[in-house]
T-cell receptor
Framework: LAKTTQPISMDSYEGQEVNITCSHNNIATNDYITWYQQFPSQGPRFIIQGYKTKVTNEVASLFIPADRKSSTLSLPRVSLSDTAVYYCLVGEGTGFQKLVFGTGTRLLVSP | ETGVTQTPRHLVMGMTNKKSLKCEQHLGHNAMYWYKQSAKKPLELMFV???????ENNSVPSRFSPECPNSSHLFLHLHTLQPEDSALYLC???????????FGPGTRLTVL
């Protein structure tokens, strides 16, 4: 399983765009990149997943450069309710089950 | 609501007690998981069940005993726990071939 590195914390203000970058230098050919969000005392929630280039859904966008050694989760126009911990995970192919969570990035959104 | 429920939400137990955590998923998934999240630590995978068969035991002490009677239910039986076992215990489920896991709200366990 590829190791991931992300900033420990980030601060933002309501209405701003937030970009959280994750490094995964040892990503394998079959690995996908997945992001989860976790609020205090709750289970993580799947946000987005991608393999290469750009993926967008109703919540976020995921940018993956051609070398796939990093990825950036982009949250447009954050609100106070986006304050949470964001985890970047890398796993093999579809159906990978052994999710290995790192320490994640603690995002604090202020008014 | 994620479709995964856990009971109880909070549990306080002594080191000599025996208790069980219950997880139920209403999503028709065929894989279920137990995770442990201690304060200020990353989530740790404990057990994985595929089609009721245990496929992963992540070096978990024997005082934690999982049980999966069917694809919708998962239990974690606890006995002679230690105070350091106090944590948030999370259950998750997924569909085989899909790596999106759906997590329950967790059980906050305190061992005195």
């Amino acid at each position: 399983l590829a190791k991931t590195t992300q900033p420990i914390s980030m601060d933002s203000y309501e209405g701003q765009e937030v970009n959280i970058t994750c490094s995964h230098n040892n990503i394998a050919t079959n690995d996908y990149i997945t992001w989860y969000q976790q609020f205090p005392s709750q289970g993580p929630r799947f946000i987005i997943q991608g393999y290469k280039t750009k993926v967008t859904n109703e919540v976020a966008s995921l940018f993956i450069p051609a070398d796939r050694k990093s990825s950036t989760l982009s949250l447009p126009r954050v609100s106070l309710s986006d304050t949470a911990v964001y985890y970047c995970l890398v796993g093999e192919g579809t159906g990978f089950q052994k999710l290995v969570f790192g320490t994640g990035t603690r995002l604090l959104v202020s008014p | 609501e994620t479709g995964v429920t856990q009971t109880p939400r909070h549990l306080v137990m002594g080191m000599t007690n025996k208790k069980s955590l219950k997880c139920e998923q209403h999503l028709g998934h065929n894989a279920m998981y137990w995770y442990k999240q201690s304060a200020k630590k990353p989530l740790e995978l404990m057990f994985v069940y595929n089609f009721k068969e245990q496929t992963e035991n992540n070096s978990v002490p024997s005082r934690f005993s999982p049980e999966c009677p069917n694809s919708s239910h998962l239990f974690l039986h606890l006995h002679t726990l230690q105070p350091e076992d106090s944590a948030l215990y999370l259950c998750a489920s997924s569909q085989a071939g899909n790596n999106e896991q759906f997590f329950g709200p967790g059980t906050r366990l305190t061992v005195l």
